[in-house]
T-cell receptor, first 112, second 114 residues
């Protein structure tokens, strides 16, 4: 069955540093992958989408990579700020249609 | 646009009672998704609809759960009878149909079954 793994331990970094979050998947080959941000008490918010034929995607301070050989996506936040503190969820394509399968999320804490 | 609207925001009920969660998707979105989020299991897809038709309900845990979408602007998720293990945050999300457009999530309903 499909399995998506994100580091369940919180990632603590200093303001201004680059945060790198990892998403690994097994037992299938998604055609695309999305990343979402979730703040406490709120629903997830879409950040970026990357397709299997795209190695890298950027949006302002965010960068996502998609390595279909390694079955891994990396999510980077450069020049991190305390306001970036949240849980980040990766969501590869699900079984069919426009379904998504969400990973467990990684909590990022950026300290001033 | 007001975004995805869910009601109620919080629900506390006793075991055995019927619970109905409601969702209004963003106007113009043809796909609607119901998710459940818990610390142990994360964010799980329960069911999703395209053009008001249920496409995949394989995530619905038991026959106690049912979902309907009578029209493009309203959906319900019903649990009957409710059990303590149903306690979770239930999210509704909507998106445009077709290519994997991003999903817009509502604020969620926090359900507590005692």
């Amino acid at each position: 069955s499909q399995k998506i793994e994100q580091n369940s331990e919180a990632l603590n970094i200093q303001e201004g540093k680059t945060a790198t979050l990892t998403c690994n998947y097994t037992n299938y080959s998604p055609a695309y992958l999305q990343w979402y941000r979730q703040d406490p008490g709120r629903g997830p918010v879409f950040l970026l989408l990357i397709r299997e034929n795209e190695k890298e995607k950027r949006k302002e301070r965010l960068k996502v990579t998609f390595d279909t050989t390694l079955k891994q996506s990396l999510f980077h936040i450069t020049a991190s700020q305390p306001a970036d503190s949240a849980t980040y969820l990766c969501a590869p394509e699900g079984n069919a249609g426009n379904m998504l399968t969400f990973g467990g999320g990684t909590r990022l804490m950026v300290k001033p | 646009d007001a975004g995805v609207i869910q009601s109620p925001r919080h629900e506390v009920t006793e075991m055995g009672q019927e619970v109905t969660l409601r969702c209004k998707p963003i106007s113009g979105h043809n796909s609607l998704f119901w998710y459940r989020q818990t610390m142990m299991r994360g964010l799980e897809l329960l069911i999703y609809f395209n053009n008001n038709v249920p496409i995949d309900d394989s995530g619905m845990p038991e026959d106690r759960f049912s979902a309907k979408m009578p029209n493009a602007s309203f959906s319900t998720l019903k649990i009957q009878p409710s059990e303590p293990r149903d306690s979770a945050v239930y999210f509704c999300a909507s998106s445009r149909q077709g290519f994997p457009y991003e999903q817009y999530f509502g604020p969620g309903t926090r359900l507590t079954v005692t």
